[in-house]
């Protein structure tokens, strides 16, 4: 007979164990990082958790958002430019409305009648002429030097203005605004 050849042993009956798994991922975002207290969210704008296991689906909130600021400081100097800019935007329209009514009141021929009226009173002897006195070139210099005048005041206000709302947010710690995307 034959030399039977060497088998090996045969092998028992042992359990595998499974290999070990990555977790599975996770449907829910991660949590935000701890931000230092100065950068953190205030309560009132922070979002809630989802509620009863709901996963949340990537969609923004239902809603408009709402965001709330403060206006804590107003730079005099950036008022005041804004301030002259619209002002003499307003002197342009001052003094454009001041010629655009004198040739409506000469076209409709007020001022005729008006210094027709006044020589009556006076008399027929009378040297009096309306135009002297509210002439058109006489309309338009008043016009420009109201129209000026308006310039300085608005910007010294608006500065002053500007001064002031600072002082008042320093005490009290300025306007809240509620901004929304409706």
């Known amino acids: 007979m034959a030399p039977a050849l060497h088998q090996p042993p045969a092998p028992t009956a042992q359990p595998i164990q499974p290999s070990p798994l990555p977790p599975a991922p ?12 100065e950068f ?5 704008l922070q979002r809630p958790a989802p509620s009863g296991g709901a996963e949340p689906s990537g969609a923004p909130a239902p809603g408009p958002r709402k965001v709330r600021l403060t206006v804590a400081r107003i730079d005099p100097w950036s008022a005041m ?48 002429n309306l135009m002297d006195y509210v002439g058109l070139g006489r309309v338009v210099s008043i016009a420009t030097l109201v129209a000026v005048v308006n310039v300085l005041v608005s910007m010294a206000l608006a500065t002053l203005g500007a001064v002031l709302y600072n002082i008042a947010a320093s005490l ?7 901004l929304s995307d409706d």
């Open 26 to 37: 996770s449907s829910q975002r991660p949590p935000e990082p701890q931000r230092p207290p």
């Open 81 to 128: 430019k804004l301030s002259f800019l619209l002002a003499v935007a307003f002197a342009i329209a001052t003094v454009v409305a001041a010629v655009v009514i004198w040739e409506v009141l000469n076209a409709m021929g007020v001022w005729d009648s008006l210094s027709n009226q006044a020589r009556d009173i006076a008399g027929k002897t009378s040297e009096f």
């Open 172 to 178: 009290v710690g300025g306007v809240n605004l509620t």
């Open 40 to 44: 953190q969210r205030p309560p009132e």
